[in-house]
């Protein structure tokens, strides 16, 4: 985000700032904003879930492996991206 003049939001979710800063990204990156704020979106809820739970959601009983690696999955590629953008300066 501060590589391309916007400062990182203070929460979790990045997801509306990516978009409202869509123009600012290079045109590769621009075109994955709405993978890259649904990926976003995802984490947090996650987040919060395994953090926190709720009132009918234990953590160790809902994640598994799958879970793990597709967050894993997810992450590398929003680096990937991430990598596109920081590159680009």
Known sequence: MRQVGVEPPRWHDAGSILREHRGRLPADAAREVERLAGISAALR?????????????????????????????????????AATVIGTR
């Open 45 to 81: 809820k996650d987040r919060e879930l395994s953090f926190y739970g709720d009132i009918d959601f234990i953590p160790t009983e809902h994640y598994t492996r799958g879970h793990a690696q597709q967050a894993l999955d997810d992450v590398s590629w929003v680096v990937s991206v």
